[in-house]
């Protein structure tokens, strides 16, 4: 673990924890999203940057679990996505559907259809996000939502301005949004698709615990004012101030603005 001193920093902040490093950050996710799924709660999953090591860190822990109860956590296994790209199905290495493949999917032998996202290639994306919708409806709702922080204060793809009872939906992405994913559209935003299918705050806010992950020295604002200014559309993570178990997971150079 990286980093002089100790590795972790727990604040009362919202129930906030900084660590040294993405690293170490993604260790302690990794072990908060085990209690999830051994709660057999239904996992409300994220994609991005951030999420890398964390998924990493994930399947190694698991891999470490003994086969029997690793079987079990396994067949079990519920999760729903946060977002897709409009007009990108499961086949194209840049949607959602095919990082998440290659994150757990694989690594984890995930039966079909435990991972749950939207259809990126419907025909109709607002009637899919309806139907997403009423998909997570029916299992329960979320348990867990894992979530990442936009460099705009998006969440999941919810782009300013959004209020707090926005729900699923097709949507424009902002240049911002667009910006910020072009590494895997070969670094050109005017690649990275116009519009995307998200949950939005509303299903975000009915999770029963959140979980939120920022890494890097250039969140380190957008953390700031997410978490300690108050909420506002113009930052849509802000909603999550409202949330009774909302926990933060942090680097020390994310939290580097927090007061």
């Not at 806010?205 to 969140?219: C, N, Q, R």
Request: with cysteine.
């Amino acid at each position: 673990m990286a980093g002089d001193g100790p590795p972790v920093v727990r604040t009362q902040l919202l129930n906030l924890t900084l660590a040294a490093d993405a690293g170490a950050v993604a260790e302690l996710v990794a072990r908060r999203l085990l209690e999830a799924l051994r709660s057999r709660g239904t996992l409300g999953l994220a994609t991005g940057r951030t999420m890398l090591p964390v998924y990493s860190a994930f399947v190694r822990l698991l891999r470490q679990l003994p086969p029997p109860e690793r079987q079990a956590l396994l067949a079990d296994w519920c999760s729903f996505n946060l977002d897709e790209y409009v007009g990108l199905g499961a086949a194209d290495p840049r949607s959602f559907a095919a990082f998440m493949q290659v994150q757990l999917g694989v690594p984890l032998q995930l039966p079909a259809g435990a991972l749950r996202i939207p259809d990126g290639r419907a025909l109709d994306p607002q009637m899919e996000a309806l139907r997403y919708r009423a998909e997570l409806e029916r299992a329960g709702g979320l348990g867990l939502q894992l979530l990442g922080l936009g460099s705009n204060g998006h969440v999941g793809f919810n782009e300013p301005p959004c209020g707090p009872e926005m729900p699923c939906r097709a949507l424009a992405l902002s240049p911002a949004t667009r910006e910020q994913n072009a590494d895997a559209f070969g670094g050109n935003p005017d690649a990275v698709p116009a519009q995307a299918i998200t949950l939005g705050t509303a299903e975000i806010l009915a999770a029963d615990s959140l979980l939120l992950v920022v890494t890097g020295a250039a969140k380190a604002e957008i953390l700031r004012r997410t978490l300690q200014e108050p909420p506002c559309e113009a930052v849509p993570a802000s909603w999550l101030q409202r949330h009774p178990r909302l926990e933060v997971v942090a680097d020390r150079a994310a939290g580097a603005a927090l007061s």
